[in-house]
């Protein structure tokens, strides 16, 4: 089982969406790559801690590999959008791709690159190495499971 972290605007239909995905075994949201230790979604929305909201996921690479899933993910964002995604604007919805395998570099880079050929300005996505997680506040897990009728920037038909 492999582990990448996504960021693509609101956590919650970037959630919805890989838990979807055939191949993904678990998603979990939370918040990535800030400033502020544990932080709360109040903060993480209304200051600037640093964090992006993302999704957790670990797949099975056997399964499902690492590049295709990235090719699912560019499917759901706007990599060439600053700090935002569909009407979510902020710091906290940029678009990135927090890694915790050094290994998965290469791959995401590669992918990267051939993202980049289908756009005429620069993709704006991060790709950084995790420097720290925090799960967020249980009410945000699943949440449009819970609420069918929830907010989503993200088209959930595949």
Request: glycine share 8%.
């Amino acid at each position: 089982m492999k582990e990448i972290i996504l960021a693509g605007g609101c956590f919650w239909g970037v959630e919805a969406y890989f838990s979807k995905v055939k191949g993904v075994i678990e998603t979990e949201v939370g918040y990535a790559n800030g400033n502020v230790k544990n932080p709360t979604y109040q903060q993480v929305c209304n200051t600037y801690t640093g964090h992006a909201e993302v999704c957790r996921i670990k797949y099975d690479n056997e399964e499902l590999g690492l590049e295709e899933l990235l090719q699912r993910f560019f499917k759901i964002i706007d990599p060439i959008a600053i700090n935002r995604q569909g009407p979510d604007i902020g710091h906290q919805y940029r678009s990135g791709i927090f890694y915790t395998d050094e290994g998965d570099q290469n791959t995401i880079i590669k992918v990267l690159n051939q993202q980049q050929e289908r756009y005429s300005r620069k993709i704006v996505t991060e790709i950084e190495p995790l420097k720290a997680y925090y799960k967020a506040e249980e009410y945000h897990q699943k949440y449009l499971e819970k609420n069918p009728n929830g907010y989503c920037h993200i088209s959930l038909d595949d």
